[in-house]
């Protein structure tokens, strides 16, 4: 069997190690037992997250293998990413010839390479399907419904994963509940940060830890300057604020003009984007987060972090509060009081069905057992 895993983005690249490991085991208890039945993998990464800070320092810091081929296809909008990486990908498949393209998450190349795979009768399998918004505004649903739809093997992370592809007409054979992979990592990783010290300048429980990046939030001045002044009023010397501030997001401060008032407050420290490592350190002693991230709500769910998600919807449900999460969605015109609460809120870990950290194990297994012949050969 040979398979091809795609990756994009950042948050493809906390998914795809664990897969990548499960693979390595199941091909090595392959050769203890003489079988052949061993897979042939390749790593492909489209290059859509292309500087150190964003992918390269990933690779190391998870112990990730260094991708068979890059594609290289950068920054642009969202049809040069789709287009260029189409394009890209074929050759890749006609040389390569898969018996299956596993694509993750929900990012530009998760939907570029499904479809290409289907064009040439490659069978696809999705990593973190059935998801959803509910909000076709964020480009991330239109990624989501176009590669569920043409999936051949839907892994989903939860129960409401699961009835949404249900609803959607997808038959029980097709969807599995594989469980979170991303918490595969999680659990790895937790021995290694446990150890790491806290970074200077912040106490124990004591901190809130800030991610905001979705154009919905910092691209306008009027919504920046209100987050800006939520946090702001949050902020003191008991209670400091942590920025690691993604570089569109400290962009916009610069051009909004908020840049030198968080600077200049003793009680609020702006930094660069930190590693993953740092970041899991940081929720495990963080009072709160405010984030837009759909990969932080699921750790700090896990973690038992307060998380406000300043969104006006997730495709996480699972994550909230009134499904057992820590997670609250929060409006600019509640997010004063969202804060507050949550930093009034004691620490709940909960992990659902299937978040035990074997998630990729189970996924492997899943795939192999679904294995058949490609629907046609690619490249005649």
């Given at each position: 069997?040979?398979?091809?895993?795609?990756?994009?983005?950042?948050?493809?690249?906390?998914?795809?190690?664990?897969?990548?490991?499960?693979?390595?085991?199941?091909?090595?208890?392959?050769?203890?037992?003489?079988?052949?039945?061993?897979?042939?993998?390749?790593?492909?990464?489209?290059?859509?997250?292309?500087?150190?800070?964003?992918?390269?320092?990933?690779?190391?810091?998870?112990?990730?293998?260094?991708?068979?081929?890059?594609?290289?296809?950068?920054?642009?909008?969202?049809?040069?990413?789709?287009?260029?990486?189409?394009?890209?990908?074929?050759?890749?498949?006609?040389?390569?010839?898969?018996?299956?393209?596993?694509?993750?998450?929900?990012?530009?190349?998760?939907?570029?390479?499904?479809?290409?795979?289907?064009?040439?009768?490659?069978?696809?399998?999705?990593?973190?399907?059935?998801?959803?918004?509910?909000?076709?505004?964020?480009?991330?649903?239109?990624?989501?419904?176009?590669?569920?739809?043409?999936?051949?093997?839907?892994?989903?992370?939860?129960?409401?994963?699961?009835?949404?592809?249900?609803?959607?007409?997808?038959?029980?054979?097709?969807?599995?509940?594989?469980?979170?992979?991303?918490?595969?990592?999680?659990d790895r990783e937790l021995p290694k940060v446990e150890k790491l010290a806290l970074l200077e300048g912040l106490q124990e429980d004591h901190y809130v830890v800030v991610t905001l990046h979705r154009p919905a939030n910092v691209d306008s001045a009027e919504k920046l300057t209100q987050?800006?002044?939520?946090?702001?009023?949050?902020?003191?010397?008991?209670?400091?604020?942590?920025?690691?501030?993604?570089?569109?997001?400290?962009?916009?401060?610069?051009?909004?003009?908020?840049?030198?008032?968080?600077?200049?407050?003793?009680?609020?420290?702006?930094?660069?984007?930190?590693?993953?490592?740092?970041?899991?350190?940081?929720?495990?002693?963080?009072?709160?987060?405010?984030?837009?991230?759909?990969?932080?709500?699921?750790?700090?769910?896990?973690?038992?972090?307060?998380?406000?998600?300043?969104?006006?919807?997730?495709?996480?449900?699972?994550?909230?509060r009134e499904h057992g999460g820590t997670n609250v969605l929060s409006t600019l015109d509640t997010l004063g009081e969202d804060l507050s609460e949550a930093l009034r809120a004691a620490r709940r870990p909960y992990r659902p069905e299937g978040w035990d950290g074997k998630t990729a194990?189970?996924?492997?297994?899943?795939?192999?057992?679904?294995?058949?012949?490609?629907?046609?050969?690619?490249?005649?």
């Amino acid at each position: 069997m040979k398979w091809i895993s795609v990756v994009g983005a950042r948050p493809n690249f906390i998914k795809i190690a664990p897969f990548c490991r499960a693979i390595s085991v199941h091909n090595q208890s392959n050769k203890v037992r003489g079988s052949e039945a061993c897979i042939d993998h390749l790593l492909v990464h489209t290059g859509q997250h292309y500087d150190d800070k964003m992918s390269k320092a990933f690779f190391a810091e998870l112990g990730i293998p260094e991708a068979d081929i890059n594609l290289n296809i950068g920054s642009g909008t969202h049809a040069e990413q789709v287009g260029k990486t189409m394009i890209a990908f074929e050759e890749v498949c006609l040389t390569e010839k898969p018996d299956l393209v596993v694509v993750v998450g929900d990012v530009n190349a998760t939907a570029a390479c499904s479809i290409t795979a289907k064009k040439l009768g490659i069978q696809v399998a999705h990593i973190e399907a059935g998801l959803r918004s509910n909000d076709k505004s964020m480009p991330e649903e239109i990624n989501r419904l176009v590669t569920d739809s043409i999936s051949d093997r839907l892994l989903a992370p939860d129960r409401f994963a699961v009835e949404n592809l249900m609803q959607e007409g997808h038959t029980s054979d097709s969807v599995h509940l594989s469980g979170n992979i991303m918490i595969d990592t999680l659990d790895r990783e937790l021995p290694k940060v446990e150890k790491l010290a806290l970074l200077e300048g912040l106490q124990e429980d004591h901190y809130v830890v800030v991610t905001l990046h979705r154009p919905a939030n910092v691209d306008s001045a009027e919504k920046l300057t209100q987050i800006v002044d939520a946090v702001m009023s949050e902020a003191h010397e008991e209670m400091k604020f942590f920025w690691p501030a993604h570089p569109r997001t400290h962009a916009k401060l610069a051009e909004f003009g908020l840049l030198d008032a968080l600077e200049d407050n003793g009680n609020i420290i702006l930094d660069q984007p930190i590693g993953y490592h740092a970041l899991l350190r940081l929720n495990l002693s963080a009072r709160a987060f405010l984030t837009d991230s759909g990969g932080l709500q699921e750790e700090c769910c896990v973690v038992g972090t307060p998380c406000v998600t300043l969104r006006d919807n997730t495709e996480r449900p699972i994550t909230l509060r009134e499904h057992g999460g820590t997670n609250v969605l929060s409006t600019l015109d509640t997010l004063g009081e969202d804060l507050s609460e949550a930093l009034r809120a004691a620490r709940r870990p909960y992990r659902p069905e299937g978040w035990d950290g074997k998630t990729a194990p189970r996924m492997v297994e899943t795939l192999c057992g679904a294995a058949g012949t490609r629907a046609s050969l690619v490249g005649g």
